[in-house]
C-alpha cells in the first residue's frame, strides 16, 4: 500500500512565476530568456505558452506580483500601527523589509523600478509600474489627511516629498545592497512628522 504525496502539488503557473520572480530580479528582464525560466520552473516549454500569451504577458504578471507583494509586506506592517504617523513610517518598514529580504544574488533595489527601466516608454509594465509608485504617494497622502486635515494642498505637497525621498532612499540602497539608506530616510521623515 502506497501513500499519497502529501507534498501540494505546484501549478505549472506558479513555478513559471516563481522562477521567472527569481530570474528577473537577478538578470533582468532582457538578460532572462524563456529558456531560462522555463529550466528553472523544471517545466516543458509549452506549458509557458499555455499560461502566458508571450514573455511580455509573464513580464506583465510578474509586474503585478511584484506590486502584489509590497502591499502585503505594507499590510503586514500597517496592522500593527496605531497611529497615522505610524502608518506613514509603516510604508519605509516595508521597503526595508523588500530591502532585507533574502536575494539569490542580493538585494538590487526596487524589482519594479529596475524592471521599468527595461521596458519602452508606453509599455503596459510601465503605466502598472507608475500606479504602483502613485499608489505608494497616496497612501502617505491618505494618512498626512488624517494629520493635516483640511489643507489639501499642504498633503499633496509633503506625501510627494516622502515619496521622493523614498525612492531615493530605494535607489541608492540598490545600488549599496542594503536597506541603511531606506533606515535613514525613515528616522528624516519621522522627524518631519514629529513637527506637523
Known amino acids: 500500500m502506497t501513500m499519497p504525496d502529501a507534498t501540494p502539488k505546484i501549478s505549472a503557473h506558479d513555478r513559471l512565476m516563481q522562477a521567472a520572480m527569481i530570474l528577473f530580479y ?16 523544471g517545466v516543458a516549454k509549452k506549458s509557458l505558452y499555455n499560461n502566458f500569451a508571450s514573455k511580455a504577458d509573464l513580464v506583465n ?19 500593527t500601527a496605531s497611529h497615522p504617523k505610524e502608518r506613514i513610517l509603516a510604508v519605509f518598514d516595508a521597503y526595508q523589509d523588500h530591502a532585507e529580504h533574502a536575494y539569490e544574488h542580493g538585494f538590487r533595489g526596487c ?4 524592471a521599468a527601466a527595461e521596458l519602452e516608454a508606453g509599455d503596459a509594465g510601465r503605466v502598472a509600474v507608475r ?10 497622502a491618505q494618512h498626512l489627511s488624517e494629520i493635516v486635515p483640511d489643507d489639501f494642498h499642504r498633503v499633496s505637497s509633503l506625501a510627494a516629498h516622502i515619496a521622493f525621498l523614498l525612492e531615493g532612499a530605494m535607489t541608492r540602497a540598490g545600488l549599496e545592497g542594503n536597506s541603511a539608506r531606506v533606515i535613514s530616510a525613515r528616522a528624516m521623515v519621522s522627524d518631519m512628522l514629529k513637527a506637523l
Open 61 to 79: 504578471q510578474y509586474i503585478e506580483a511584484r506590486h502584489a507583494e509590497w502591499l502585503a509586506l505594507y499590510a503586514a506592517r500597517e496592522a
Open 26 to 41: 537577478n538578470h533582468g528582464i532582457s538578460g532572462t530568456g524563456i529558456d531560462a525560466i522555463v529550466e528553472r520552473a
Open 111 to 114: 524589482g519594479l523600478l529596475n
Open 131 to 140: 500606479r504602483h509608485k502613485e499608489q505608494v504617494e497616496n497612501i502617505l
